[in-house]
């Protein structure tokens, strides 16, 4: 009886290890993520960005990539990120990936989501990780912007498509507040229940009989009117594309900005 639980035990461990293993083997194919054309990491950002890139890769089945140049000779940046997604795709035989594209000679970023990732990724996900990294872009600060748009973008893939993951409802402040007023809404309401009621009101101490009001008057005195001018909204470069095909015929979800 020992001896055929030992093979039992055996038998499930070696399967599990088989799973395991082939479920690594089927996404430890890619092990780049970064093609920084453009020089404009280093090699210490290269490293990290690689290792983040990896780790979100793996948690969402889909590869996070990171595209740069500086070819002002370059097809315009959607074509260019294209063209370059399907050659990557054929290489890797993936067709799951975020793919950030940036072209440092024309200022612009485009942003695209591949695969599973064109539905847990849409165009509207799309541009609020755009307003988030916009900033950052415009300082220069390209390896912030990356892993900004890698944790972000696998946060908001995680809601269900079509909702919206910047609603308020989600936000943690607002759902803690709302309980604080419901507990204090709570709490007064048996505080109120619980204390004596009180049966005396003014009316009680006074004489209706010999009591009368001679007279009423209203007066106006005076009327301030202060103004405060509303700013507006900044924003973070003008907009532009959106979803579309590339050459190879891949969908993708996507929005772009000039930095």
């Not at 539905?119 to 988030?132: G, W, Y």
């Amino acid at each position: 009886m020992n001896t055929f639980k030992a093979k039992a035990l055996l038998i499930v461990c070696l399967v599990l290890l088989l799973t395991g293993i082939s479920g690594v083997t089927a996404f430890a194919a890619v092990d780049q993520h970064i093609y920084d054309e453009a020089n404009l990491l280093s090699e210490s950002e290269i490293a990290e960005l690689e290792a983040v890139a990896t780790e979100y890769s793996q948690k969402q089945n889909a590869d996070f990539l990171f595209l740069t140049t500086a070819d002002e000779q370059s097809p315009d940046i959607v074509t260019y990120m294209g063209d370059f997604f399907d050659e990557w795709a054929v290489q890797n035989n993936q067709e799951n990936a975020v793919l950030l594209t940036m072209n440092i000679a024309t200022r612009d970023v485009y942003l695209a989501g591949f695969g599973t990732t064109e539905t847990t990724l849409d165009d509207q996900r799309i541009n609020l990780v755009l307003d988030r990294i916009i900033a950052e872009m415009q300082n220069g600060d390209y390896a912030d912007a990356f892993r900004e748009t890698v944790t972000t973008s696998s946060r908001y893939m995680e809601f269900r498509p079509g909702v919206n993951p910047e609603n308020i409802f989600f936000k943690t402040w607002f759902q803690l507040g709302i309980a604080l007023i419901l507990g204090g809404i709570v709490v007064s309401f048996m505080l109120y229940n619980s204390a004596g009621r009180v049966t005396t009101t003014a009316s009680t101490y006074v004489d209706s009989d010999h009591t009368r009001v001679t007279g009423t008057r209203d007066q106006f005195r005076n009327k301030t009117v202060s103004r405060r001018k509303v700013p507006k909204k900044s924003s973070g470069g003008g907009g532009f594309g959106g979803g579309g095909s590339t050459g190879g015929g891949r969908s993708f979800s996507g929005g772009g900005r000039n930095f």
